[in-house]
C-alpha cells in the first residue's frame, strides 16, 4: 500500500474505492477471500455513512477519517459485522465509541486547547433538513448543523439513516427513547427558527439595496 493510503489521514475521496486488504496492511488476515471480498463492500458502501457519525462527534474532519479507518479496523478484526441484522445500527455504535474515545482522549491530553470549532465544510451527505432548502443554503445548514450542541447534533444526524429508529438511537447514545424524540424535535426546532431568522435576514438586505 503507498504512503497515502496507509496515512492516518486517508483522504476521505480514497474510500469508496478502498479494499479490505489496502485499509488492513499490517493487521493479522483473520478473513478467508470471500470475506474478505464482503468486507471490501461493507467499507465501500458505508464509509460516508461512518465518517458522518464519527464527524458529528469530533467536527473535524480529519479526525473523522482517523476515527473511520480505526472503527474498520476494528471491524476487520471482529467478525460481528458478518451477523449484524441492521448494518448502519451496528456500525452507527462502533463509530459512535470510537468517536466519543477520541474525542476524550484528545479533551485529557497535555496542552488541549478549545474544542475544534466547524470547519466551513459541507459534511459528506447531506443532513436530514437539507432537503427542505435550495442548493445555495446547502452549505449554510450543514454549518448550523455543526453549530448544535453535541446532545442535540447526534440524534439528528444518526436519524437520517433509514435503519435507525428513535429506540436504536436510543441505545447507541445510551438515553432514554422519548429523550432521543425530545432532543430531535428541539434540533429540528432549532435549525428552522435559525433558517427563518437568515431568510428575514436576507429579506431586509435584498429590500434596503432596492431602496439605495
Given at each position: 500500500?503507498?504512503?497515502?493510503?496507509?496515512?492516518?489521514?486517508?483522504?476521505?475521496?480514497?474510500?469508496?474505492?478502498?479494499?479490505?486488504?489496502?485499509?488492513?496492511?499490517?493487521?493479522?488476515?483473520?478473513?478467508?477471500?470471500?470475506?474478505?471480498?464482503?468486507?471490501?463492500?461493507?467499507?465501500?458502501?458505508?464509509?460516508?455513512?461512518?465518517?458522518?457519525?464519527?464527524?458529528?462527534?469530533?467536527?473535524?474532519?480529519?479526525?473523522?477519517?482517523?476515527?473511520?479507518?480505526?472503527?474498520?479496523?476494528?471491524?476487520?478484526?471482529?467478525?460481528?459485522?458478518?451477523?449484524?441484522?441492521?448494518?448502519?445500527?451496528?456500525?452507527?455504535?462502533?463509530?459512535?465509541?470510537?468517536?466519543?474515545?477520541?474525542?476524550?482522549?484528545?479533551?485529557?491530553?497535555?496542552?488541549?486547547?478549545?474544542?475544534?470549532?466547524?470547519?466551513?465544510l459541507e459534511s459528506p451527505q447531506p443532513g436530514p433538513e437539507s432537503a427542505l432548502v435550495d442548493a445555495n443554503q446547502y452549505a449554510i445548514v450543514h454549518a448550523m448543523i455543526d453549530a448544535l450542541?453535541?446532545d442535540l447534533r447526534l440524534p439528528l444526524v444518526l436519524s437520517a439513516s433509514e435503519d435507525l429508529n428513535s429506540?436504536?438511537?436510543?441505545?447507541?447514545?445510551?438515553?432514554?427513547?422519548?429523550?432521543?424524540?425530545?432532543?430531535?424535535?428541539?434540533?429540528?426546532?432549532?435549525?428552522?427558527?435559525?433558517?427563518?431568522?437568515?431568510?428575514?435576514?436576507?429579506?431586509?438586505?435584498?429590500?434596503?439595496?432596492?431602496?439605495?
Amino acid at each position: 500500500m503507498n504512503d497515502q493510503l496507509s496515512a492516518p489521514g486517508l483522504p476521505f475521496e480514497t474510500w469508496e474505492s478502498t479494499t479490505a486488504q489496502q485499509l488492513c496492511t499490517g493487521a493479522e488476515n483473520v478473513l478467508t477471500t470471500d470475506e474478505e471480498a464482503a468486507f471490501t463492500a461493507l467499507v465501500q458502501r458505508q464509509s460516508r455513512f461512518v465518517f458522518r457519525v464519527a464527524y458529528a462527534v469530533l467536527l473535524n474532519a480529519h479526525d473523522a477519517e482517523d476515527a473511520m479507518q480505526e472503527t474498520f479496523l476494528k471491524l476487520y478484526r471482529n467478525a460481528g459485522w458478518q451477523h449484524a441484522e441492521k448494518e448502519q445500527a451496528f456500525l452507527a455504535r462502533v463509530a459512535w465509541r470510537v468517536a466519543v474515545d477520541r474525542s476524550r482522549a484528545a479533551k485529557s491530553a497535555p496542552g488541549a486547547g478549545s474544542p475544534h470549532s466547524a470547519p466551513n465544510l459541507e459534511s459528506p451527505q447531506p443532513g436530514p433538513e437539507s432537503a427542505l432548502v435550495d442548493a445555495n443554503q446547502y452549505a449554510i445548514v450543514h454549518a448550523m448543523i455543526d453549530a448544535l450542541p453535541e446532545d442535540l447534533r447526534l440524534p439528528l444526524v444518526l436519524s437520517a439513516s433509514e435503519d435507525l429508529n428513535s429506540r436504536e438511537i436510543a441505545a447507541i447514545l445510551c438515553i432514554p427513547e422519548g429523550t432521543v424524540r425530545t432532543r430531535l424535535q428541539r434540533a429540528r426546532q432549532s435549525l428552522r427558527d435559525r433558517l427563518a431568522a437568515l431568510n428575514s435576514r436576507s429579506r431586509i438586505s435584498n429590500q434596503e439595496n432596492q431602496h439605495a
